[in-house]
């Protein structure tokens, strides 16, 4: 069967459902997803498009928004999959005009009161699918870890599944680095609790917070990058947070508007975030969207350096935010 013709109803689902079954909801014309969970937004985007680039004829486009986009045929491919970086320009008019094209589109946008309205709208159209990403609760945590085992062909006695789930990290990317260290374990160690005790690490390494540090000196920023970077879950919750943040100080127009937008789960971090935002003009946004945008193309092209520009952008980031 076509998987990019499959009939459904479904406008949102449960993420951690879809991953475990992604081509059965594959039948969309809009993917919107959202949250505040970088790693599971992440793993979402990658296996829709895994999934819809699986059948042959899909060239896949990513643009930073709704501007750059050009309606039309593609030269080469029977379908087009479009991936938007931002929801600029989105309503509910666009909507509609363009689940009525060929092209599939995927938008990804962190939770916002701006992004209230269109993301209930895109909820309630039968062509669109809404992926809301949080930190895993305990029922998905044990569809996740069930799912892995048994696609690793792992059995594991009652006593030691539980442990996973009372001690793996709640979010997504770090619960599968996790899985993978474990996978890797003798058959024969797999079900004892001592042996998991003395490679999982029960917690993530708040690389994601290396954000509100940003106004501290260069050699604590680096040495705060270099303990808590280990790897490339780190390294991508690293950046997609901060080019999450970015996007809640670009764009906004004013401090009042900033502060309206700023999430709750933020309380601790919102007088920094805030002072962050005042250091900020027109020169400074352009300076941040360009040199995100310019990490993240090189980021996929010299993936074995990507550490090596992680740090560099941490240098960048901070130097156009105190100049």
Known sequence: MNILRKITVIMKVNVVDFLIDVDKYIAKSIYFISGNEPSLIQSLKEQIIKSITAEEGVEVIKIKNLISYEDGDSLFFKKKLI?????????????????????????????????????????????????????LE???????????????????????????????????????????????????????????????????????????????????LVNCYRKKINDDVDLNNFFYSFKNFSSMITDSINEKEFKKNIPTYLFKEKEIFLKIFSKINEKKRRGLIKLLYKTEKMMRINFNKNKELGLRFLLNYKKIITS
């Open 83 to 135: 991936c938007i970086e931002e929801i600029k320009g989105l309503t509910e008019k666009v909507v509609l005009d363009i689940v009525e094209k060929e092209d599939i589109f995927i938008f990804e946008s962190i939770n916002s009161p701006n992004n209230k309205k269109i993301k209930s709208f895109i909820k309630n159209n039968e062509k669109c699918l809404l992926l809301e990403c949080y930190e």
């Open 138 to 220: 305990r029922a998905n945590k044990v569809k996740i870890i069930k799912m892995f085992l048994e696609k690793k062909e792992i059995v594991l006695t009652e006593n030691v599944f539980w442990y996973l789930v009372d001690n793996l990290d709640n979010k997504y990317g770090y619960l599968i680095r996790e899985l993978e260290k474990i996978s890797n374990l003798n058959n024969r160690t797999l079900n004892k609790i001592e042996v998991l005790q003395s490679i999982i690490t029960n917690s993530y390494s708040g690389s994601e917070k290396i954000f509100f540090d940003i106004l501290k000196t260069n050699s604590f």
